[in-house]
């Protein structure tokens, strides 16, 4: 079926996605991938969430980052309309 119009959208169903899930508010951002979840407020300029407090800070921070692309992706592509 033809899906170019669900940009954003995700087969659940294909077992060779990757498995992340991204959500955001008013003012930040979650971003969840096996073993990790973290959610940043972007007024604080702070993480406020991390399910793995003691993981390693290099995957902690590539998690964030992960979610900080995402989030100036959709909000680059919202700002275009």
Not at 13 to 24: I, Q, Y
Not at 45 to 73: F, H, V, W
Request: aromatic fraction near 18%; charged fraction near 20%; charge should be negative.
């Amino acid at each position: 079926m033809p899906h170019n119009q669900f940009k954003w959208s995700k087969d659940l169903l294909n077992s060779n996605s990757k498995e992340f899930a991204f959500f955001d508010w008013d003012n930040g951002f979650g971003f969840m991938q096996p073993g990790q979840a973290v959610s940043y407020d972007n007024a604080g300029r702070t993480m406020i969430y991390n399910s793995k407090p003691n993981a390693d800070k290099n995957a902690t921070e590539a998690a964030i980052a992960c979610g900080k692309a995402y989030l100036q992706q959709v909000f680059t592509e919202y700002m275009g309309y």
